[in-house]
């Protein structure tokens, strides 16, 4: 069973930029399709990205689309996030996924693995 630790979290001014990591251990990462949501408070568990299990397909949420990219490395068993332009409307806590199954998209409900999360703090 895959272990995924989220990094990368911090405060960051409008505007600016964060990277994430996610580190899985424990399983064969190529054989996991990874992805990322976020969580404000009071609000629902909400897609920002993913992408499947040989990296050929990714998919980013609309609000991140032009600002955020997603990429992973199966030498470190590493997946990212490069967040731009961040918005004030970006903060939350950041969890790291992860599935068995060959998925770009879905619900939280489809993904197995989770991380702990990375809090992601926008201030203006």
């Known amino acids: 069973q895959v272990q995924l630790t989220e990094s990368g979290g911090g405060v960051v001014q409008a505007g600016g930029s964060l990277r994430l990591s996610c580190e899985a251990s424990g399983g064969t990462f190529k054989t996991y399709s990874m992805a990322w949501f976020r969580q404000a408070p009071g609000l629902e568990r909400e897609f920002v990205a993913a992408?499947?299990?040989?990296?050929?397909?990714?998919n980013i949420r609309d609000s991140g689309k032009g600002r955020f990219a997603i990429s992973r490395d199966s030498a470190k068993n590493t997946m990212t996030l490069q967040m731009n332009s961040l918005q004030l409307d970006d903060t939350a806590v950041y969890y790291c996924?992860?599935?068995?199954?060959?998925?770009?998209?879905?619900?939280?409900?489809?993904?197995?693995?989770w991380g702990q999360g990375t809090q992601v703090t926008v201030s203006s």
């Open positions: 992408i499947n299990r040989n990296g050929d397909t990714t």
């Open positions: 996924a992860a599935t068995e199954r060959n998925r770009w998209t879905g619900p939280p409900r489809h993904w197995d693995y």
